[in-house]
């Protein structure tokens, strides 16, 4: 298979690099402020015509090919510059679930950073077990009452609309009660805390609490209890490598490590093997896209290979520089995290044994 540039690619590269050489230093890459400011950054991408490449251009996408996504990721990692917002799998998950409705009022203002967005899945008692969520929304009228707690919630001291799951049917299977909504964050009975991770970062995660949030009836993505198909759609999205850049940036992480040292320990080497492994998945999982090819569960696999991937290199990168620097022990730190986030890893074995190879199925 042929991965260089084609023509209208090259050029899309060249005008790409030109603009993070000017932009891409204004904006700081780690910490609270990289948090805080993720919103300008999303904003300058999309005005500099590089964000929500290969969505619908009815919303404020380009509808280009998802190459040109890879390439952005490639280019953001190669500058130093901050990634791309994680809004896709949102993107996805309202572009086939919700009305066009919503669509039209939702997908624009998500795409061009205008309008902030969380996801509230996860809860305390509910994380990869996301099937035994309690948070419930009651028919009131023409609204929805919302109580419950989420966490792990991404932007939500920031957000200005949250895409919740809640039960909606206490009496049927608990896959079958759940419900999708979007939720307006600046009403009375939403309570957002922060939660500070062992790196310090304050900024990226939150857990909020809903205690009477009202919410339209119409905003109701699907009907009730079609929300466990938009999670899953949510889901296998987001544990998709190819579209979520970090193979380069992985890359990019063990070329400095190898530069510090004339003696590459061996959890260096192995760390650049696996990140070549997850590299070409990654074109793998490109050309199947390029081909029309949707994934399910295979989105677990791909999952675990980011997370054996992420922790290899946050160990190269505590062997080679040590505790004692900031960054890399940051790195190490955020890849444990790998293993919960996104579904844990025993959780994404147990799909691939059930659902890919069939074990336990009679």
């Given at each position: 298979m042929d991965f260089r540039d084609s023509a209208e690619e090259a050029a899309f590269r060249r005008r790409l690099r030109d603009w993070l050489e000017v932009h891409a230093k204004e904006f700081p890459t780690s910490g609270d402020e990289y948090w805080a400011r993720q919103g300008d950054w999303h904003r300058a991408l999309y005005q500099g015509g590089f964000f929500?490449?290969?969505?619908?251009?009815?919303?404020?996408?380009?509808e280009l090919p998802p190459v040109y996504d890879v390439i952005l990721d490639e280019e953001l990692a190669r500058a130093g510059a901050p990634p791309r917002p994680s809004l896709g799998y949102l993107v996805v998950g309202l572009g086939r679930h919700g009305s066009k409705e919503l669509q039209q009022r939702f997908l624009p203002g998500m795409i061009d950073g205008s309008e902030?967005?969380?996801?509230?899945?996860?809860?305390?008692?509910?994380?990869?077990?996301?099937?035994?969520?309690?948070?419930?929304?009651?028919?009131?009228?023409?609204?929805?009452?919302?109580?419950?707690?989420?966490?792990?919630?991404?932007?939500?001291d920031v957000a200005d609309w949250c895409l919740v799951l809640a039960r909606t049917d206490p009496t049927v299977k608990r896959h079958k009660g759940i419900s999708a909504f979007i939720v307006d964050m600046h009403q009375p009975g939403i309570q957002q805390r922060p939660l500070k991770m062992i790196s310090g970062v304050t900024k990226e995660f939150g857990q909020v609490t809903f205690d009477g949030a009202r919410v339209p009836v119409e905003n109701m993505v699907g009907a009730p209890g079609e929300g466990w198909p938009l999670a899953m759609t949510v889901v296998g999205h987001e544990r998709e490598p190819s579209t979520l850049g970090f193979a380069a940036r992985y890359g990019k992480l063990v070329r400095a490590l190898a530069k510090r040292t004339d003696d590459p320990p061996e959890d260096l080497v192995w760390a650049a093997v696996q990140v070549e492994m997850l590299t070409h998945h990654v074109r793998r999982r490109l050309s199947e896209q390029l081909d029309g090819l949707s994934h399910g569960p295979e989105g677990s696999i791909d999952k675990l290979l980011m997370t054996w991937v992420d922790q290899s290199v946050g160990h190269a990168a505590v062997s080679v520089a040590g505790v004692e620097?900031?960054?890399?022990?940051?790195?190490?730190?955020?890849?444990?995290?790998?293993?919960?986030?996104?579904?844990?890893?025993?959780?994404?074995?147990?799909?691939?044994?059930?659902?890919?190879?069939?074990?336990?199925?009679?």
């Amino acid at each position: 298979m042929d991965f260089r540039d084609s023509a209208e690619e090259a050029a899309f590269r060249r005008r790409l690099r030109d603009w993070l050489e000017v932009h891409a230093k204004e904006f700081p890459t780690s910490g609270d402020e990289y948090w805080a400011r993720q919103g300008d950054w999303h904003r300058a991408l999309y005005q500099g015509g590089f964000f929500g490449l290969s969505w619908p251009s009815e919303f404020g996408g380009q509808e280009l090919p998802p190459v040109y996504d890879v390439i952005l990721d490639e280019e953001l990692a190669r500058a130093g510059a901050p990634p791309r917002p994680s809004l896709g799998y949102l993107v996805v998950g309202l572009g086939r679930h919700g009305s066009k409705e919503l669509q039209q009022r939702f997908l624009p203002g998500m795409i061009d950073g205008s309008e902030r967005w969380c996801q509230g899945f996860s809860e305390p008692g509910a994380g990869s077990d996301l099937a035994s969520l309690t948070t419930t929304a009651t028919l009131d009228g023409d609204h929805y009452v919302i109580n419950g707690h989420k966490i792990w919630t991404s932007y939500s001291d920031v957000a200005d609309w949250c895409l919740v799951l809640a039960r909606t049917d206490p009496t049927v299977k608990r896959h079958k009660g759940i419900s999708a909504f979007i939720v307006d964050m600046h009403q009375p009975g939403i309570q957002q805390r922060p939660l500070k991770m062992i790196s310090g970062v304050t900024k990226e995660f939150g857990q909020v609490t809903f205690d009477g949030a009202r919410v339209p009836v119409e905003n109701m993505v699907g009907a009730p209890g079609e929300g466990w198909p938009l999670a899953m759609t949510v889901v296998g999205h987001e544990r998709e490598p190819s579209t979520l850049g970090f193979a380069a940036r992985y890359g990019k992480l063990v070329r400095a490590l190898a530069k510090r040292t004339d003696d590459p320990p061996e959890d260096l080497v192995w760390a650049a093997v696996q990140v070549e492994m997850l590299t070409h998945h990654v074109r793998r999982r490109l050309s199947e896209q390029l081909d029309g090819l949707s994934h399910g569960p295979e989105g677990s696999i791909d999952k675990l290979l980011m997370t054996w991937v992420d922790q290899s290199v946050g160990h190269a990168a505590v062997s080679v520089a040590g505790v004692e620097d900031d960054e890399m022990l940051g790195a190490y730190m955020y890849s444990r995290a790998q293993s919960v986030m996104g579904g844990t890893s025993q959780i994404q074995k147990n799909i691939i044994a059930s659902r890919i190879l069939g074990l336990g199925v009679r």
